[in-house]
Every structure is written in C-alpha cells, then in structure tokens.
C-alpha cells in the first residue's frame, strides 16, 4: 500500500520560511518524479515543483528563487525548502508521484502578519 504524509506546514510571517516534508512508504521516490502542489482556498490545485529521477527540478514561475525541491532516497523523502514567503504562498500543499494516483494529505500553509 502507497501513501504519502506530508509535514512541516503551519503559521509563518511574511519573508519566513518553511520546509515541507513529504515521506513516502510503498513507492520509491527516487525511480519516480515527485511534485509538490498546492491549493489556495477557493481556487484550484497547481503545480509548483517538482524533482525527476535525475535529480532535475523545475519550478512555477512565482516561487522559482525562493522554493527549492530536494530528494533524500535514504529517509524515502521529498523536500520543499521555502523561504521568503508571501501571503499569496498561503495554501495547502499536496505531494504526488506522478504518473500515479497517488497523492499524500496536505499540509497548511499560513502566511500571515
């Protein structure tokens, strides 16, 4: 059975910075591409970064500079390092092997003075 739990989110001012955990158990995410998502209220989920087998990362515009997504295939974990964050970061953040079905449950993310 895959799953995938994400951790790290929370209540942060603006220009803090958070590192989101997701660790997965069933799968190996370093033979898979694994994205981060997130989901403002009322809005849709997107993509904002994500992390291929080669180690190669890609990055939504908005967040390219102040995220960086990083893999640990020891501790079977993905990273997302954000720093300088705004309020417009706040959302839930989702992570997702792609190709697959399989998405963890989200973790929150407040940006607020």
């Known amino acids: 059975q895959v799953q995938l739990v994400e951790s790290g989110g929370g209540l942060v001012q603006p220009g803090g910075s958070l590192t989101l955990s997701c660790t997965a158990s069933?799968?190996?995410?370093?033979?898979?591409?694994v994205a981060w998502f997130r989901q403002a209220a009322g809005k849709t989920r997107d993509l904002v970064a994500s992390?291929?087998?080669?180690?190669?990362?890609n990055y939504v515009d908005s967040v390219k500079g102040r995220f960086t997504i990083s893999r640990d295939g020891d501790k079977n974990t993905v990273y997302l390092q954000m720093n300088s964050l705004k309020f417009e970061d706040t959302a839930v953040y989702y992570c997702?092997?792609?190709?697959?079905?399989?998405w963890g449950q989200g973790t929150q993310v407040t940006v607020s003075s």
């Open positions: 069933g799968i190996n995410v370093s033979t898979r591409t």
């Open positions: 992390i291929t087998t080669f180690g190669d990362s």
């Open positions: 997702r092997v792609l190709l697959t079905p399989y």
